[in-house]
């Protein structure tokens, strides 16, 4: 009895919107903070897991002892820490830069870890940092713990073959407390989705098609949505409400009305939108460089753009397989993995930014369920 009751706290360092966390909540996890410097991402996160504690720190310069004073808990109280530091620097669709700033943030994390010293780790990143001299950094910084740890991975996985309905790509480092148990599973990375992973035109199913350009504000976002398919996704889509997760007057919107935020619009030209009518099914617009979706295949990977620090620029779009028109942060949510209750930022521009920048929820809740039945078998 005691093991089904046991809840593991977990920390999520470079929180973002939340997508470990939500795959965490969804495995059995008690997220007891979310942590990053980004204060919009912080916000979006603070909405869906009010309570948990929201610490806006730069992680470069910040100690687990900071960390374990700021929730008043000690060194040996959390289960998992886990988390995906900014990855800009390290991937393919980036500068590759390495003398971005960011990219130490990589071995901050490995260091927070050995000065807080969970049970377990998850370390989440992008497919690059596996290549040329960034796999020798992924390497020294797994270095610097292996006295303390097993360490599984890295391993890639993409989301497509946990349910999600996108290629997107992500690198999984897992760490047990050799104090903990003798060895790893051999079979720990086995990645296949409990049911068969809808294409595209089934996973957007409910989603509003039409969407007028003026829905900018927060308000004009929200429409109705009807969903009629079933299976994992669907189910992940429209529910699996952890206890205590999600922003309370959202979900009684969607509960009540059926009615979803970030279906904002997005203003085209006469010329782009005739552009975007011709093109075919996975075909780039020559300018802009958008792809249209292709309706029996997976989204391509989702960009997150750059932030005001970075020039401000905006990540390109896909273009819906349907209409000639990029598509809403909400679709790009459902493409993502995360659920149709769930929230982001009200501007269109953070709200790509947010979910172009997360792990796909249902990608984290398949690695972070197998370390939770790790902990509950110790």
């Known amino acids: 009895m005691e093991k089904q009751s046991f809840v593991p706290k977990l920390i999520d360092l470079f929180c973002g919107c939340g997508g470990m966390s939500l795959g965490a909540a969804r495995a059995g996890f008690n997220v007891v903070a ?48 886990a988390g995906g530091p900014p990855c800009q620097g390290f991937s393919h669709m980036g500068h590759r830069d390495t003398s971005d700033s960011r990219n130490q943030l990589l071995h901050d994390f490995f260091r927070l870890v050995s000065e807080i010293k969970p049970k377990a780790f998850v370390f989440e990143n992008v497919p690059g940092l596996l290549h040329g001299h960034y796999a020798d950094w992924l390497s020294d910084a797994c270095f610097s713990i292996e006295d303390d740890y097993w360490i599984n991975g890295p391993q890639q996985i993409a989301a497509f073959q946990v349910g999600a309905p996108t290629l997107r790509k992500r690198v999984f480092v897992i760490g ?118 292709d309706p029996t295949g997976y989204c391509p990977t989702l960009r997150a753009g750059t932030g005001p620090d970075r020039g401000s620029f905006q990540a390109v779009r896909p273009i819906h397989y349907l209409r000639p028109r990029v598509i809403t942060p909400r679709e790009a949510a459902r493409l993502q993995g995360f659920p149709d209750w769930y929230q982001f930022d009200a501007t269109k521009w953070h709200s790509f930014r947010q979910i172009g920048n997360s792990v796909s929820p249902l990608v984290s809740e398949h690695i972070l369920a197998k370390v939770r039945s790790l902990l509950n078998g110790l």
Request: with cysteine.
């Open 176 to 293: 047990i407390r050799k104090a903990m148990i003798s060895t790893l599973p051999v079979d720990l990375w086995k990645a296949r989705a409990k049911t068969v992973t809808p294409k595209v035109r089934h996973a957007l199913d409910g989603l509003p098609l039409d969407i007028e350009s003026d829905w900018k504000k927060a308000r004009g976002g929200f429409r109705k949505v009807q969903v009629t398919r079933k299976g994992h996704f669907f189910r992940s889509a429209t529910g699996r409400i952890p206890r205590g997760v999600g922003n309370r007057e959202a979900i009684a919107r969607y509960r009540s009305k059926r009615e979803v935020s970030s279906c904002t619009g997005t203003i085209h030209s006469e010329d782009l939108t005739e552009r975007y009518a011709c093109l075919l099914y996975g075909q780039a617009d020559s300018k802009t460089k958008s792809v249209r979706l």
């Open 34 to 81: 979310g942590i990053d410097y980004d204060q919009r991402a912080l916000a979006a996160h603070t909405l869906n897991f009010p309570n948990a504690a929201h610490l806006n720190f730069d992680l470069s310069f910040t100690s687990g002892a900071d960390i374990l004073s700021a929730l008043d808990l000690k060194v040996g109280d959390i289960d998992v820490v």
